[in-house]
């Protein structure tokens, strides 16, 4: 059986962030890594390490995911949320999901439990029910931000807050020491999207894709681009044709930019352990662990936000 080094790479959503926000994402998208890299170290899979980082993520406010997550047009949270395991290809998604805290680990009850890949709403919420899923109050997972920005946004002739103006969808890649990949991916969508919108998250090959063939994807930025470039996919597929992750990450995004002017973040690991993470956008809070090394960024080229530590033992 082959050894391989685990990795992990976590980001806490593309956007615009300022100074403070930009540090405090940062630190608890490092603790994310940290804790997930703790698991991968200790003999844990691929899949149980990005889910660890993703809940830890989506129980903090400050994400646009879980808990902290943006609201709709209504002023009430619908979340999405993939998994995918790149062993088997198998995937499980919830899409426009409420009263649930961590759509993550739903998604993994789908995969794990049902012929399906991806249930959403109304059916979601019966098979959370049947499977003794914890259900919350809506009012758990709404934020004084969230709700603030979805007032700002319905008074007539107010510029619209986008979502991704400091707060960030949540997102984690792994490899673990047998050779698996794995990826998670959780959001609270746009701010004020229409009831019902589902955008890239929950879908396979928009807002994560993972195969031990080659690696595994997760992705951020404005879900209706990513759906229509399959940007997950279209990375992984780079890579198949030999590319780096970090070169299938740049051409991913490039070519989201070229066709459709839109902008995003990514964060890829291949199954032999090369990573990247990269974006398009002015900020995405990253975090890579592996070789007993925390690698982290939020600005490109700013090198008092980004840097490398030592993980101690
Ligand atoms: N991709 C997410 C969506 O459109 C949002 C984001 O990544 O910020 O639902």
Same mark, same amino acid.
């Given at each position: 059986?082959c050894?391989?080094?685990?990795?992990?790479?976590? %980001?806490?959503?593309?956007?615009? @962030?300022t100074?403070?926000?930009?540090?405090?994402?940062?630190? =608890?998208?490092?603790?994310a890594?940290?804790?997930?890299?703790?698991?991968?170290?200790?003999?844990?899979?691929?899949?149980?390490?990005?889910?660890?980082?993703?809940?830890?993520? =989506?129980? %903090?406010?400050?994400?646009?995911? /879980?808990?902290?997550?943006?609201?709709?047009?209504?002023g009430?949270?619908?979340?999405?949320?993939?998994?995918?395991?790149?062993?088997?290809?198998?995937?499980?998604?919830?899409? &426009?999901?409420?009263?649930i805290a961590n759509?993550?680990?739903?998604?993994?009850?789908?995969?794990?439990?049902?012929? %399906?890949?991806?249930l959403?709403?109304?059916g979601?919420?019966?098979?959370?029910?049947?499977?003794g899923?914890?259900?919350?109050?809506m009012?758990?997972?709404?934020?004084?931000?969230?709700s603030?920005r979805?007032?700002?946004?319905l008074?007539?002739?107010?510029?619209?807050?986008?979502?991704?103006?400091?707060?960030?969808?949540?997102? &984690?890649?792994?490899?673990?020491?047998?050779g698996?990949?794995a990826?998670?991916?959780?959001?609270?969508?746009?701010?004020?999207?229409?009831?019902?919108?589902?955008?890239?998250?929950?879908?396979?090959? /928009?807002?994560? @894709?993972?195969?031990n063939?080659?690696?595994?994807?997760?992705?951020?930025?404005?879900?209706e681009?990513?759906?229509?470039m399959?940007?997950?996919?279209?990375?992984?597929?780079h890579?198949?044709?030999?590319?780096?992750?970090?070169?299938?990450?740049?051409?991913?995004?490039?070519?989201?930019?070229?066709?459709?002017?839109? %902008?995003?973040?990514?964060?890829?690991v291949?199954?032999?352990?090369?990573?990247?993470?990269?974006?398009?956008s002015?900020?995405?809070p990253?975090?890579?662990?592996?070789?007993d090394?925390?690698f @982290?960024?939020?600005?490109?080229?700013?090198?008092?936000?980004?840097?490398t &530590?030592d993980?101690?033992?």
């Amino acid at each position: 059986m082959c050894t391989r080094n685990p990795v992990i790479i976590v %980001h806490g959503g593309c956007g615009n @962030y300022t100074e403070d926000r930009k540090e405090v994402c940062l630190l =608890e998208v490092r603790k994310a890594a940290l804790q997930g890299y703790r698991l991968l170290q200790q003999g844990g899979s691929a899949l149980d390490a990005v889910e660890e980082a993703a809940v830890i993520l =989506e129980n %903090h406010p400050l994400f646009n995911a /879980g808990c902290g997550s943006v609201l709709n047009e209504c002023g009430e949270p619908e979340l999405d949320a993939i998994i995918m395991d790149g062993k088997s290809l198998g995937t499980g998604a919830v899409a &426009a999901v409420r009263n649930i805290a961590n759509p993550t680990k739903l998604a993994r009850l789908v995969m794990e439990q049902t012929k %399906h890949v991806m249930l959403s709403d109304r059916g979601a919420a019966r098979f959370a029910k049947t499977m003794g899923f914890p259900e919350v109050p809506m009012e758990s997972l709404v934020t004084e931000r969230a709700s603030e920005r979805w007032r700002r946004n319905l008074q007539p002739g107010s510029t619209p807050v986008d979502s991704q103006i400091e707060l960030g969808t949540i997102g &984690a890649v792994a490899l673990d020491s047998d050779g698996n990949v794995a990826c998670a991916t959780s959001t609270g969508g746009l701010t004020n999207k229409m009831v019902g919108r589902v955008g890239d998250t929950p879908c396979i090959g /928009g807002g994560g @894709y993972a195969d031990n063939q080659s690696g595994a994807v997760s992705t951020t930025g404005t879900g209706e681009a990513i759906m229509k470039m399959t940007l997950a996919r279209l990375i992984v597929f780079h890579m198949e044709q030999g590319m780096s992750p970090a070169e299938a990450a740049d051409t991913g995004l490039q070519s989201m930019w070229t066709r459709l002017q839109s %902008h995003g973040g990514v964060i890829v690991v291949n199954n032999a352990g090369d990573w990247g993470a990269k974006f398009t956008s002015e900020n995405m809070p990253w975090a890579a662990a592996t070789g007993d090394v925390l690698f @982290y960024g939020v600005a490109v080229g700013d090198v008092r936000t980004s840097g490398t &530590a030592d993980i101690p033992q």
